[in-house]
């Protein structure tokens, strides 16, 4: 018989929930044989417990603190945007690195599963975009590019872009990146010293048909790619003419202070770190529990607290969320097997094609299979959907740690993706990725068998399902996000005014009803 799931409607229902302790009959809940169960305990208590942990664990609030992030006032973070939001970087200016990151869909694309190239309409961004098989083309959930600045060791679900050094406080910029065009552990020649695994992050987008080549310059290699791209933004070379419209060199010369000439100053390494400045200048990290651990008991709830304790603290009573998820970013930055669902077209992986072996794919060892980069908590209410497929909610995704397969199976029933909001109004819904359960329990047997040999590297036991914490802890989670990123005006700053644009295919993103994002 499987264990019950606790049904969660929602966050804002979240916060009041009461949650029954007594036993199985009805009323009242003392039976007159068993005390009552003791009040909580008050809120000096609380703090005092909270702030022990907050010192055991040298708890700042700020994860900024020591790092060197531009503000998006800053003429390159500027340059970056507008290059951001172009499709003019795509090989058929069909897609921008904001149709699946907009600033307004919580630095993704609110999707499970990203549509890159051949969308229907390529300026709907979000639920609603489409091509025309109804299907996403790209086999992982976009992340998140909010406070992508404060990653030190790599970037992508499998860490393909990749610090040498993993140099804290630097976002790789100490001692060269590795990219999945070198060797594992060896530097990317073409990438500068010098550069951020934001930067060297920008270089690869644009060379993957199903993100942003699409059918341009077939076979040609990654750096053909890019010098092309660069032609065609600077108007020079084979790219020159592409654009009818084509103010790009006065962009350039203002953000680099230079009055080069487009073949010297606009280049792809340029581009890259334009658009490098702008990613690493959303920073969001305002939050209420930053508040807290400053010293502000006000700035969150009784029962936030309570759910902070319950993530900080180890197994029984605690949960040790921050085996994962510690530090002031809320992540170990670690691969990690964790056995969320494997739906969708996959990456290649397996007898099928329709598996993604994560980590595997980029060290080649067995020991990785399944594994996936731990993404941070910070701002998890504008993030959503969740895991590296994008088919968990809120609520799955906290309910997966204590009942993994039966939250699979409440999410998707039999195997169908019907549940899953992106694919709901498919015809085919329920025959989609047929090989859905197969390849979910192979990954969740990754976990069983890893938890037996080495503990640290997934989470907490399995048997341990303690629902009745997950109001205090949602509440808790709660406190991670900066109001910011879920209020359009204040993200005004990072997504360009139509007036703005220096060609003729600037990416004004609207939703599947026509309103601009």
Not at 30 to 55: E, F, Y
Not at 98 to 106: F, I, N, Q, T, V
Not at 142 to 148: A, I, K, P, R
Not at 489 to 506: G, R
């Amino acid at each position: 018989m499987k264990t019950r799931i606790l049904t969660i409607p929602g966050l804002t229902v979240l916060t009041g929930l009461l949650v029954a302790c007594g036993g199985g009959g009805g009323g009242g809940g003392n039976d007159g044989n068993n005390p009552p169960p003791p009040p909580p305990p008050p809120v000096s208590t609380l703090d005092d417990q909270l702030r022990q942990v907050i010192a055991a664990k040298a708890l700042t609030g700020d994860p900024t603190a020591g790092r060197d992030l531009p503000s998006i006032n800053e003429p390159l973070a500027q340059l970056g945007k507008l290059l951001f939001f172009s499709k003019s970087l795509s090989g058929d200016m069909d897609t921008a690195c904001a149709s699946c990151h907009h600033p307004a869909l919580g630095g993704g694309d609110g999707l499970a599963l990203p549509v890159g190239t051949g969308a229907i309409d390529p300026d709907v961004v979000g639920p609603g975009r489409t091509r025309a098989d109804g299907l996403p083309n790209v086999g992982r959930h976009s992340q998140s590019v909010f406070n992508v600045g404060l990653y030190d060791t790599a970037l992508f679900w499998d860490s393909r872009v990749e610090s040498i050094g993993k140099e804290a406080g630097q976002n790789g910029t100490g001692s060269g990146i590795r990219t999945p065009e070198t060797a594992l552990h060896i530097a990317d020649p073409l990438v500068p010293p010098g550069t951020s695994l934001v930067a060297a992050q920008a270089r690869l987008p644009v060379t993957v048909p199903e993100e942003m080549l699409g059918s341009f310059m077939p076979g040609a290699t990654p750096e053909a790619v890019r010098q092309r791209l660069a032609e065609r933004i600077g108007d020079y070379g084979a790219g020159a003419g592409e654009l009818t419209n084509n103010n790009w060199l006065a962009e350039f010369q203002t953000a680099f202070a230079s009055a080069a000439p487009a073949e010297q100053l606009i280049t792809f390494d340029n581009i890259a770190l334009a658009i490098g400045e702008y990613q690493r200048s959303m920073v969001f990290v305002d939050t209420p529990w930053k508040a807290y651990v400053q010293g502000d008991n006000d700035a969150i709830s009784d029962s936030a607290k309570r759910g902070a304790l319950l993530f900080f603290g180890d197994l029984n009573p605690g949960l040790a969320c921050d085996q994962c998820h510690s530090g002031d970013f809320f992540t170990d930055e670690r691969q990690t097997i964790t056995g969320f669902p494997q739906t969708g077209p996959g990456k290649g992986d397996g007898a099928s094609g329709d598996q993604d072996f994560g980590r595997e794919q980029q060290t080649g060892n067995l020991s990785d299979r399944f594994m996936f980069r731990t993404p941070t908590l910070l701002n998890l209410q504008a993030t959503a959907p969740y895991s590296h497929t994008g088919t968990y909610s809120f609520e799955d995704a906290g309910q997966h740690y204590f009942l993994p397969e039966d939250t699979f199976d409440n999410r998707f029933p039999g195997g169908s993706l019907c549940r899953v909001p992106q694919f709901a109004t498919h015809p085919d819904c329920a025959a989609l990725y047929p090989n859905t359960v197969a390849n979910s329990e192979a990954a969740l047997n990754a976990v069983i068998i890893q938890r037996g040999i080495d503990a640290s590297l997934t989470f907490p036991d399995l048997s341990f399902s303690p629902l009745s914490d997950a109001p205090p802890m949602f509440d808790f989670l709660a406190t991670l996000n900066d109001p910011c990123t879920q209020d359009r005006a204040c993200l005004a700053p990072w997504i360009p005014d139509p007036s703005e644009a220096p060609d003729d295919n600037q990416l004004n993103a609207i939703d599947s009803n026509g309103d601009p994002l």
